[in-house]
Structure formats: C-alpha cells, structure tokens
C-alpha cells in the first residue's frame, strides 16, 4: 500500500461547518456596518486561523480597531459560531464520509486530523468522532496556522509516521499549500483541487478510499 495513514482536514472536508464560519463571518460583518462580505471573501478565510480570518472582514473598513478589540470581535464570532455547531449531531456526518473512513480502517490504516480550529474536540464530540482518530492536531497545538505544514507535520509526528507515508485530504488552497510544503501527497477538493502542486484531484471524498486501494 502506498499509504499508511491518512490526514484528514476537518471544516470543508470530514464536515460542512464550512458553511457555518462564513455565516458567523457575514453575522458579525454585518454587525460592525459592512455589507459587502462575500462568499468570495469567506475563500481566503479557509485553512487559516480565526485571527488572520478576521483581517479579511476588518480590510472592508476603514475603522481602525485595537488588539483587545480585536480579540472581542474574534470571540464574538467564535460565539455566533459556536452557537450554530450547538445543533449539530451524529446526523451530520454524511454516509459517505462515514463509510470512507471505515474502509479505510479496515484496511489498517491510521486516520488523524490537521485542522486549524481550536473548535476541533467540539466538533469531533459532537459528530460522534470524539474518540474515533488515531491522533488530532488542531489549531490548540500549533503556532502557525495553515498554509504553514506545522499542523500537518505534528499530525505525522504523533502517528509516528513520516510526510511521504501519509496523504493529506485538504479543501482550501492554504491547507494544500500546507501539505505540499511540509512534504505531504495531497489529495485536494474542490479549490483544494485547483491548487497546482496537488497529486489528486477529487471529485467526490469518497474517491480517497481508491487512491488508498480499499475499493
Ligand atoms: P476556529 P480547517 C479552519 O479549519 C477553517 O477552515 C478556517 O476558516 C478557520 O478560520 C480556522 O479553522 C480556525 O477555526 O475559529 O474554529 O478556531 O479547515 O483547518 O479544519
Ligand atoms: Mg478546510
């Protein structure tokens, strides 16, 4: 087998709540007078920490704000966040994510998340996940987010494995960034996909169990 295990990003690629940043990014958008928050925007906000996310609202206006500020604006989107995650369940893990991890498994390989959110153990508690993965590196254990590797790196680290034995699955072009520079194969969705230096290109995730020969 080509793998021996398998890095998996969490919001836009293991679960949908993708959609959820960009609705609390818009919700407090709107809160401080700017209109023109769009999905557009909202792409340069995938893969990178909630800081760096929130200097793509902050560029829309002319106001300046302080660090502490800063940081309130960024709690007070963690909140509306955090409020839609509050209503997601087991449901929300689709039977084809469901089912690619299990043939994974089966096969004997170890499955971990790279992700940059510090809402990771929520969210992986509330899909019913919380003890599923073999290690979880998360925006609560790095100090450079995505496109840096470090994320990824520290996901190989705990496997004990090296880059070149796991593949990276990645929606955003900083996390495939991320993976390609840390020395990963990355498997990339959607705009993930459009990066250039990507070894696959996925039309749908269940496509991984294939590049991983469990089909
Ligand atoms: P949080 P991923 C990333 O998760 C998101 O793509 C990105 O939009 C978000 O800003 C970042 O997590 C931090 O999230 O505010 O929950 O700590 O795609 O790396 O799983
Ligand atoms: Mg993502």
Redesign the pocket.
Known sequence: MKYKAVIF??????CS??EY?YLAWKALAEMLGIDGFTRED?KL??????M??LEVVLRKTRTVYTEEQKTAL?ET??EI?KNMLSGMSEKDLSEEVSTTLYKLREKGLKLA????????PF?LERLGLGAYFDAVA??NCVTR??PDPE?FLKAAEMLGFKPSECLVV???A??AKAGVDGGFDVAGLGEAGDYGKTAYRLKAFSDIAKICECD
């Not at 990003?9 to 293991?14: N, R, T, W």
């Not at 998340?113 to 990771?120: E, L, R």
């Open positions: 990003d969490l919001d836009g690629v293991i709540t993708d940043h909202n906000q995938r893969g990178v920490s909630r760096e996310s960024a989107k963690n966040y998340i790279g992700s940059s959110s510090k809402n990771t969210i998360d925006g987010s995505k994320v990645e929606d955003a900083a996390g």
